[in-house]
């Protein structure tokens, strides 16, 4: 082969190479250029979304959650700021070392740790959640010097809610506490603007006050708008929307007269609810025992949580709003009405009381204390005649006694402004065949329609049924829907919302029929069994005491044998409205296991009318007594209310109490030209309050016993 040849063959395979590095080449630049292409002109809306996100973030800011006050102003929930050290579980890799290392820089207790457990077995894991709360300066700062060591953790500055009073009116408030997964799966339902408004949000109401009105309380969320480092560092603002604050509630509670009820409750078990006849607004709500919502704020602890709801008096129930009661001789006045209404009984019909009543080859009878004779309408309310009306309800029949007490509230929900309210047991024939399931249940005897007539059998109602029945009759037939709220406050615009109690229609009672029963209650203050309890009061009024029995006794069982357990004694309740003329208060309560209403329940109502209707409240020495129930009248010196300080609050100094009780004074003298006719008709603090709750019933059947 020839030198010449041998430098072809050369030159050939060098231009192949040569050819297929530069194709080579070229394939690679234009896969670079497609990939330019694609993503500077294809994706180009889309990535550069991403990089805005990169160097922008938008964080949602959480407005101030609206205040609750009572109807003079004072604060019953309000807010403060605090530090929190979080936690996002996302961005941890071992979450029980990182939370022992804390710990040796900020005390984590043990508490601590099952608290922020139990939120993580709640909430999604890149959430960001506390290990620890309310930390002092001290600690955030030391935290800040190690804060390299922790990735994943940071501090941060909530709100939260704070109850200044504590335990007092806790069941009309409510709390807040931290939103759940099933309530975070029911806001999918919501509109998208309604959903917008909480994100950032991690609390909301979940009983009373808090969550009926959680719409107005929460306000609305702003937005920060913020250009970010690389490294996820704020460097400016880009945009800002304030969050607007939630509206502030005024109820219609005087909290002091609130106070002063719980307080007389003591330790025992109870219900009062005290309301305006002229509009409805609620005076007072209070459910003994009750609790301290504070605790359920930053997220209950296992143990006292454990504490309030293995406890056997239950102080998480709601007693005025969810507890039902057979009303005993309390229901006598409404019976009454229903008979007057109907025409089956006159007010001069004498009926022969020989303290037994025979019916089916049964006897009903009547209490030791009762004394018989000829009795009409108005001695058989003013003594409490049980075989009056066992001969009334046997005359009426169930049906019919459903058909004249329902309108007035009994066996259906009042439609007050809180959740959850129960609609208690108002018997009929149509009523039993629906509430029991096996035929033989479903059956209406005649027999069980006698105990009806002195509040027993079937019958159950809560203290706020019965008091706004007694509201209703006081006024002559004037119906209101109770509120709790009287009026909403924009903090913005600086305007007040009143919301006015919901008038109904009035019921066709007349008035000559309706002043007997009126009378008759007006009696038992005077020469019946409150006659000790109201014995010189500066003011008229009417009412009805009543014993109900708490279970049911078994044939030939006597009260006495059961008495030895105290859960098991006769419930003690009263009925009232003051003045007579013109009725500006109705309350109904009862004091569980408390034997006769004269005794225990009937004190606390003359209290409660002597600092609404007065401005008294009771002396040291009266108060312990009414706590035992072994007061009638009041004893020693009555004090000034503005000279009582709040639970936690200090004693007001002597010139503010001064001005304070000039104040009062006024406005009780111009309370006393207030009309009580009209719905929007307000109460003058502090002259007008009162207090209310409610509590489960136990199921018995009927029995004699009702005084």
């Given at each position: 082969m020839t030198p010449l040849k041998n430098v072809e063959q050369e030159l050939s395979r060098f231009r192949l190479r040569l050819v297929a590095a530069a194709g080579f080449v070229l394939f690679c630049f234009g896969l670079l250029v497609a990939r330019l292409v694609f993503l500077q002109v294809i994706q180009h809306d889309s990535l550069l979304d991403r990089a805005e996100s990169n160097r922008t973030s938008v964080v949602p800011i959480v407005p101030n959650r609206g205040l609750?006050?009572?109807?003079?102003?004072?604060?019953?929930?309000?807010?403060?700021?605090?530090?929190?050290?979080?936690?996002?579980?996302?961005?941890?890799?071992?979450?029980?070392?990182?939370?022992?290392?804390?710990?040796?820089?900020?005390?984590?207790?043990?508490?601590?740790?099952?608290?922020?457990?139990?939120?993580?077995?709640?909430?999604?894991?890149?959430?960001s959640l506390p290990i620890r709360t309310k930390l002092s300066d001290a600690e955030v700062a030391r935290f800040t010097a190690q804060r390299f060591r922790f990735p994943g953790v940071d501090i941060k500055a909530r709100l939260f809610r704070n109850y200044p009073l504590g335990e007092v009116g806790s069941h009309l408030l409510g709390y807040i506490g931290r939103i759940n997964q099933a309530e975070k799966k029911a806001m999918d339902d919501w509109e998208e603007e309604d959903i917008a408004n909480y994100r950032g949000t991690e609390y909301i109401g979940k009983l009373g006050i808090e969550q009926s009105y959680e719409r107005e309380l929460h306000g609305i969320t702003g937005f920060e708008q913020m250009e970010t480092s690389a490294a996820g560092r704020a460097v400016r603002r880009l945009a800002?929307?304030?969050?607007?604050?939630?509206?502030?509630?005024?109820?219609?509670?005087?909290?002091?007269?609130?106070?002063?009820?719980?307080?007389?409750?003591?330790?025992?078990?109870?219900?009062?609810?005290?309301?305006?006849?002229?509009?409805?607004?609620?005076?007072?709500?209070?459910?003994?025992?009750?609790?301290d919502p504070n605790l359920f704020v930053d997220g209950i602890d296992t143990e006292s949580w454990r504490d309030l709801n293995e406890n056997p008096d239950k102080p998480m129930l709601n007693r005025a709003?969810?507890?039902?009661?057979?009303?005993?001789?309390?229901?006598?006045?409404?019976?009454?009405?229903?008979?007057?209404?109907?025409?089956?009984?006159?007010?001069?019909?004498?009926?022969?009381?020989?303290?037994?009543?025979?019916?089916?080859?049964?006897?009903?009878?009547?209490?030791?204390?009762?004394?018989?004779?000829?009795?009409d309408m108005r001695l058989a309310i003013v003594t409490s005649s049980n075989v009056y009306f066992y001969s009334l309800a046997n005359e009426?029949?169930?049906?019919?006694?459903?058909?004249?007490?329902?309108?007035?509230?009994?066996?259906?929900?009042?439609?007050?402004?809180?959740?959850?309210?129960?609609?208690?047991?108002?018997?009929?024939?149509?009523?039993?065949?629906?509430?029991?399931?096996?035929?033989?249940?479903?059956k209406w005897y005649a027999g069980e329609t006698i105990s009806l007539g002195i509040g027993?059998?079937?019958?159950?109602?809560?203290?706020?049924?019965?008091a706004s029945a007694y509201a209703t009759l006081s006024t002559g037939g004037q119906r209101f829907r109770p509120r709790l709220v009287s009026e909403i406050e924009d903090v913005v615009k600086h305007e007040r919302r009143r919301v006015a109690s919901d008038a109904m229609e009035p019921l066709p009672l007349k008035r000559e029929q309706v002043d007997v029963v009126l009378n008759a209650m007006n009696g038992v203050t005077q020469?019946?069994?409150?006659?000790?309890?109201?014995?010189?009061?500066?003011?008229?009024?009417?009412?009805?005491?009543?014993?109900?029995?708490a279970v049911g006794l078994r044939a030939g069982e006597k009260y006495k044998d059961v008495k030895a357990d105290e859960r098991k004694r006769d419930h003690s309740l009263y009925v009232a409205f003051a003045p007579v003329d013109q009725p500006r208060i109705a309350l109904a309560l009862i004091v569980e296991n408390a034997g006769w209403g004269s005794t225990s329940a009937a004190p606390i109502?003359?209290?409660?009318?002597?600092?609404?209707?007065?401005?008294?409240?009771?002396?040291?020495?009266?108060?312990?007594?009414?706590?035992?129930?072994?007061?009638?009248?009041?004893?020693?010196?009555?004090?000034?209310p503005l000279d009582v300080p709040l639970p936690g609050m200090p004693v007001p100094a002597a010139s503010s109490v001064s001005a304070a009780s000039a104040a009062s004074a006024a406005a009780?003298?111009?309370?006393?030209?207030?009309?009580?006719?009209?719905?929007?008709?307000?109460i003058p603090p502090p002259a007008l309050k009162a207090s209310a709750a409610a509590r489960l019933p136990l199921p018995r059947p009927s029995s004699g016993a009702s005084h």
């Open positions: 609750i006050v009572d109807r003079n102003g004072v604060v019953l929930a309000s807010n403060y700021s605090a530090y929190t050290l979080e936690i996002t579980p996302s961005k941890v890799t071992d979450l029980d070392a990182t939370i022992d290392e804390l710990s040796q820089v900020i005390e984590v207790q043990a508490r601590d740790r099952r608290r922020f457990k139990r939120l993580m077995e709640e909430s999604k894991n890149f959430e800002y929307r304030p969050p607007t604050p939630g509206n502030t509630l005024r109820l219609s509670i005087d909290i002091r007269l609130q106070a002063l009820v719980e307080e007389l409750y003591k330790d025992r078990r109870g219900a009062l609810v005290a309301i305006d006849p002229r509009n409805g607004e609620v005076l007072a709500f209070v459910s003994k025992p009750n609790f709003l969810r507890g039902t009661y057979p009303p005993g001789s309390t229901f006598k006045p409404l019976m009454a009405m229903a008979a007057l209404n109907t025409g089956k009984r006159s007010p001069s019909t004498i009926i022969q009381d020989n303290l037994t009543f025979s019916f089916g080859g049964r006897t009903f009878g009547s209490p030791e204390t009762d004394r018989p004779g000829p009795k009426m029949g169930v049906d019919l006694i459903h058909e004249q007490l329902e309108p007035f509230g009994l066996g259906r929900r009042t439609e007050i402004d809180l959740q959850g309210e129960v609609t208690g047991d108002l018997p009929s024939t149509a009523w039993k065949r629906k509430k029991f399931k096996r035929p033989e249940q479903q027993q059998g079937y019958n159950n109602f809560t203290m706020l049924q019965m020469e019946g069994t409150s006659r000790q309890v109201f014995a010189g009061a500066p003011y008229q009024s009417g009412g009805k005491t009543g014993t109900a029995q109502a003359r209290r409660v009318f002597d600092y609404v209707l007065s401005g008294q409240y009771p002396s040291e020495e009266d108060m312990a007594l009414t706590q035992a129930g072994k007061t009638t009248a009041p004893v020693g010196a009555a004090r000034n009780s003298a111009a309370s006393a030209s207030t009309s009580a006719s009209t719905s929007t008709a307000q």
